[in-house]
């Protein structure tokens, strides 16, 4: 569970102690003023919930916009076509190992990140041997392990063998990062929709194998 920004327990401190003050300058009767008390407590531990919860809610929130047709991954001839989710990121329904798993494709990350529990069910071992690989992410430095992959697969584009990195401190979060996406012939994005394109080999070896015998 991600820690809670203090800015947010302030905010919320903030609206509550404004609810209240609007509350007794209205001159309520203690009973009225009870009630509203209690629905300012649910709506704040609401919002309390989804701070300490927000990778699990965004999890759940990307999942249903996904079943919506929101966010949906497309194979367009050697192509792979993934639209922009509704938390401005791009979600690949990939398989590793053979396992399938939804992950979050983040060009500003240098490798792959897998959570431990992603890394047990597609068999992975992380490496326990030598001093851990020390990460630099956007909620401070972390200590990770090493690992491969034997095959990764998002649609029709495949590759073997690639490194990743396993923590604890990604939650539940898995990451498609740069040594995934340098193995591609290319990728970019137009408007909100990110391109992934094979190589030429990759290419060429899919339509000699598709072409009819002679």
């Known amino acids: 569970?991600?820690?809670?920004?203090?800015?947010?327990?302030?905010?919320?401190?903030?609206?509550?102690?404004?609810?209240?003050?609007?509350?007794?300058?209205?001159?309520?009767?203690?009973?009225d003023i009870l009630r509203a008390l209690l629905r300012w407590?649910?709506?704040?531990g609401l919002i309390w919930a989804v701070l300490t919860h927000r990778e699990q809610v965004e999890t759940l929130v990307n999942m249903a916009a996904e079943r919506l047709g929101i966010g949906q991954q497309e194979v367009s001839g050697d192509s792979v076509r993934i639209t922009m989710g509704p938390d401005g990121h791009f979600w690949a329904r990939a398989t590793l190992n053979g396992v399938p798993k939804r992950m979050l494709i983040d060009s500003g990350a240098t490798i792959t990140a897998l959570s431990e529990s992603t890394a047990r069910d597609v068999g992975i071992a992380p490496s326990t041997g030598g001093f851990p690989v020390?990460?630099?992410?956007?909620?401070?430095?972390?200590?990770?392990?090493?690992?491969?992959?034997?095959?990764?697969?998002?649609?029709?584009?495949?590759?073997?063998?690639?490194?990743?990195?396993?923590?604890?401190?990604?939650?539940?979060?898995?990451?498609?990062?740069?040594?995934?996406?340098?193995?591609?012939?290319?990728?970019?994005?137009?408007?909100?929709?990110?391109?992934?394109?094979?190589?030429?080999?990759?290419?060429?070896?899919?339509?000699?194998?598709?072409?009819?015998?002679?």
Not at 41 to 44: C, R, S, V
Not at 183 to 198: F, H, K, N, Q, Y
Request: no cysteine.
């Open 1 to 31: 569970m991600n820690g809670v920004d203090p800015v947010n327990i302030l905010w919320l401190i903030g609206a509550l102690v404004l609810a209240l003050s609007a509350l007794s300058a209205r001159r309520m009767r203690f009973g």
């Open 134 to 214: 020390v990460l630099a992410t956007a909620n401070g430095t972390i200590a990770a392990q090493r690992a491969t992959i034997k095959r990764v697969t998002v649609g029709g584009l495949s590759t073997d063998d690639l490194g990743v990195v396993v923590s604890p401190s990604f939650g539940e979060m898995n990451v498609l990062g740069m040594n995934f996406l340098s193995r591609l012939g290319s990728w970019r994005v137009e408007g909100r929709t990110l391109i992934l394109e094979p190589k030429t080999t990759q290419k060429s070896a899919r339509s000699k194998r598709d072409a009819p015998a002679a």
């Open 41 to 44: 407590a649910i709506i704040g």
